[in-house]
């Protein structure tokens, strides 16, 4: 039987409150150009390699806001990463556990999660 679902993460979605502030963090978070358009008002597609991250303000409320990491980022170097991030304002909710990964709030408050690949 053909399964007609692909393995494959096509996009994930974040859900933010203000859709420009939230570009603009993002983009400097990961040294990525700003220069992309807003969609349809409330969407924004970062350019990532790999899946997409999409930010969207139309799907966002308090009760929207991912409340554990629902995806990691990668770093080489924890230690820089962990120092850019805070560097960036975003809250900081662990240490480096086992010298491999963190979590931080981003604006908006979602959880998100480094880890050294």
Same mark, same amino acid.
């Given at each position: 039987m !053909?399964?007609?679902?692909l393995a494959q993460? *096509?996009a994930?979605?974040?859900p933010v409150? /203000?859709?420009? #502030?939230a #570009? @603009?963090w993002?983009?400097?978070? %990961? *040294?990525l150009?700003?220069d992309? /358009?807003? %969609?349809?008002?409330? %969407?924004?597609?970062l350019?990532?390699?790999g &899946?997409n991250i999409?930010l969207?303000s139309k799907?966002? !409320?308090?009760?929207?806001?991912? $409340? +554990?990491?629902?995806f990691?980022? @990668?770093t080489e170097d924890? /230690?820089?990463?962990?120092?850019? +991030? $805070?560097?960036?304002g975003?809250?900081?909710? !662990?240490?480096i556990e086992?010298?491999?990964?963190?979590n931080f709030k981003d &604006?908006d *408050?979602?959880?998100?999660?480094i880890?050294r690949?």
């Amino acid at each position: 039987m !053909t399964i007609p679902i692909l393995a494959q993460v *096509g996009a994930i979605f974040i859900p933010v409150n /203000d859709i420009e #502030k939230a #570009k @603009n963090w993002y983009c400097s978070l %990961l *040294g990525l150009p700003q220069d992309g /358009d807003i %969609l349809f008002g409330h %969407l924004y597609v970062l350019p990532m390699e790999g &899946p997409n991250i999409v930010l969207d303000s139309k799907i966002y !409320t308090a009760e929207a806001v991912l $409340k +554990v990491p629902a995806f990691h980022l @990668n770093t080489e170097d924890i /230690d820089a990463a962990y120092d850019h +991030v $805070k560097a960036c304002g975003a809250e900081i909710i !662990t240490d480096i556990e086992n010298d491999h990964w963190f979590n931080f709030k981003d &604006p908006d *408050g979602n959880v998100l999660m480094i880890c050294r690949c």
